[in-house]
Each structure stands twice: as C-alpha cells, then as structure tokens.
C-alpha cells in the first residue's frame, strides 16, 4: 500500500467523511481525537463507523485516530471501528513500549472476541510528547502490529515548550530521531502536517524536507495540500528512468558474470539496487514513467 | 431499549440531519422533515424505523430534520439519539 498523503478529516462532520474518497489523498485518517470535542465523541464513533460500514470509498484507504489510552473512549472506539477493517489505528500520545502494547493487546482480544482476523488493523503509533521521542526505536519494535510511526508536532512542541515555527528547526532532532528508529525497526515513517493551510510555498518546503530526511509519506489536514505531498512523495521521471538503467545495468553484470558493476561511475551495490526497486515499484503502481521492464 | 428521557443528536449543517427523540406513549411516532422527503420520504422513514428496531425501541416520539443527509448518516444520527435517550449516561 502506497500512502505519500495521509488526509486528517474530522470524525463527527458528514460533509467531509462522505466525500473522503474524492479527496485526492492515498489514505484518509477519521479523527475521534482531537477534532471531536468531549460531548460528541460518541456522535463521532457511530458516524465514522457507518462511513466505513456503509460507504463505498474506492482506492482510499482508511485509517481511524482513536483516543489515546488515558481516556474513557479507546475501547469503545476499538470495539466499534475494529470490525469495519481499518487499514490502522492511529495511537495519540503514544510515549512508550507499553502504551502501544496496551492497545497492541486490546486489538488482539476484541479480534478474538468478535471472530475477526488477527492482525488485519495494524497500529500507528502519534510520537507527540518528549518521552515518545525518546523511546521512538522501543515503540517502533514493540510488536509485530506496528506499522508505522508518526510525528505530531503540534504538540510535542508544546511538550518541549517551544514555538512550533514554519521552518521547523525545533523539530529536526526529533524527525531525524523516528526516521532512524522507524527505519532500523523496518517500519513506515510519517510525517506531521504543515499547518499553514494558506502557504503555498511553504508546504512545497515542508513536504521536500520530509521527503530528503526519508519520510515515507506526510500527513495533511487540508485537502489543499494533498496534491503537493503527492507530488513530492512520487518519483521523478529521471529516477524513474535511471532506477531502470540499474536494473538493466544488473541484470547484464549478471550474464556478463561479473560482480560488481558501475552506471555514470558509480559503483551499483545492493542498497542502490532496493531504492531502484522501490522507485520502480511505486512508479508502477502510479502508472508513471516507462513500463517496458 | 427504553427511551427515558428528552435527547438529540446531529446537527442543521449540510449532509447533516438533527434527530430529537423523546418518551412515547405505547408506540413510534416519526415526524420527518426533509426537502427530498417527496422522493425518498419513505426511504428514510424505513430507516428511522429499521433502527428503532434494531435497538429494540418500541416506544418513542422522534423528529428528523434531514439536511440533505446520505442514508448512514441519518441512521447514524437516530442512534447516536437511542442512545443518549436511554437514560443511564
């Protein structure tokens, strides 16, 4: 599964839940947390759970923000949108090893308890707070169910008690920080939304810097900038075509029996060899690019 | 499930519908409004009633102010008012 944008829509408001696969983004994430005030939470669970009982939303896949583990709505949030097949659950205020297991383990019983497949809904962890930073490699390998992590920036400066600016310098630790530990893990990494709605030219910025940090996608929470984070998360048509001179490259050392070889000088190794395939992969599943290989 | 008190759910905005749902007397009274409610009034009377049912309600006066809301939504909204109408929350 592809998801270079992940849209957040709020839980409780039809008009945008009916219309999420219309939205241009590879995921949409219908939130019960923060988007959903106290006396509605309720309202919202029901009304996402016939959105994804009821609707059809094509390609788009679905992913929930539940309530975070401290609160009296995380069950009853897992227990009514775990049936319908979310693709993940996304865990606010995810600060250790634990706080994923508690909802890792909860998952598995109401699986159990409901008949359902195991494993089907993985888990995401919101790395928000200073602790979830810190422990972001723990939290990222703490089980199997674990998909992805995600960086919530918002209010993890608030945790840091610092200003959350557009240039985002006071982030940069702990993006390099979940890239790391996602990757090491073997996990997907996502990155925050840029939460200027109206600056054009800084979710350009934004979304490049996540993408060269290695960000496997980034989240958006307005439909105006899901068509920049795709196009920043797709390859470019030169990596397309050189990612298959690589493989080309490889494949005639091969016949040549050879066991290294170089394309423009440089030697082509095994880790130049997976990002050729990624690149070749997504190009595919996007219909970009050339397909005759 | 008895409805025990006064409750509502949804809202007046657009795609929306507002459900209020109070006590009845012996049985289910629907008062519906709606601007497609020559077209599909009885669509979304089936519905009302097909989650009555589903919640056991067998007593209860409800009104529905339908603001060009698709089917699960309404269905959404009358349960979200079940539910706060039963009276032990």
């Known amino acids: 599964m592809m998801r270079r944008s992940m849209l957040f829509l709020p839980g409780n408001n039809p008009n945008m839940l009916i ?3 219309c939205l241009g983004a590879d995921a949409v994430i219908f939130d019960l947390e923060d988007a959903v005030s106290p006396a509605e939470k309720d309202a919202a669970r029901i009304l996402v759970r016939n959105t994804m009982r ?5 390609g788009c896949e679905v992913i929930v923000r539940i309530n975070s583990v401290d609160t009296p709505y995380w069950k009853m949030d897992i227990d009514a949108l775990l049936p319908h097949k979310p693709a993940l659950i996304l865990l606010p205020k995810t600060a250790s090893k634990e706080d994923a297991l508690i909802a890792d383990n909860y998952m598995s019983e109401v699986e159990e308890r409901l008949g359902l497949e195991t494993g089907v ?3 995401m962890p919101l790395i928000e707070t200073a602790a979830g930073v810190e422990n972001a490699y723990a939290i990222a390998s703490a089980s199997p169910r674990v998909k992805a992590l995600f960086l919530g920036a918002e209010d993890l400066t608030a945790d ?3 200003k959350r600016t557009k240039e985002g310098r006071e982030i940069e630790y702990a993006r390099c920080r979940l890239v790391v530990a996602a990757r090491a893990a073997g996990i997907d990494v996502y990155d925050t939304p840029f939460t200027d709605v109206n600056d054009d030219e800084g979710i350009w910025e934004d979304a490049r810097l996540a993408k060269n940090l290695g960000f496997t996608g ?3 929470i307005s439909p105006r900038h899901v068509e920049v984070i795709n196009s920043v998360f797709s390859p470019t048509v ?3 075509d050189y990612a298959y001179e690589v493989m080309e490259a490889i494949r005639r050392a091969k016949e040549q029996g050879k066991g290294a070889i170089a394309l423009y000088g440089k030697m082509i190794d095994a880790p130049i060899v997976a990002r050729a395939e990624r690149t070749i992969s997504m190009a595919q599943a996007l219909g970009i690019g050339r397909g005759d290989n | ?3 025990l008190k006064n409750a509502f759910a949804g809202t007046m905005e657009s795609s929306d519908a507002y459900v209020e749902i109070m006590p ?5 009274e629907i008062q519906l409004e709606s601007v497609v409610k020559e077209q599909f009034g009885k669509e979304i009377e089936e519905a009302i009633k097909d989650v009555l049912e589903e919640n056991e309600v067998k007593s209860a006066n409800i009104r529905v102010v339908d603001r060009g809301a698709l089917e699960c939504v309404i269905r959404a909204r009358v349960e979200t008012a079940i539910l706060r109408g039963k009276g032990n929350e």
């Open chain 2, 1 to 3: 499930m008895e409805i």
């Open chain 1, 160 to 162: 840091l008690q610092c």
């Open chain 1, 218 to 220: 980034k989240a958006s």
């Open chain 1, 121 to 123: 809904t993985g888990l």
């Open chain 1, 54 to 58: 009821y609707m059809d939303l094509g």
């Open chain 2, 24 to 28: 009845g007397d012996g049985n289910i």
């Open chain 1, 238 to 240: 030169s990596e397309i």
């Open chain 1, 19 to 21: 219309n999420a696969s």
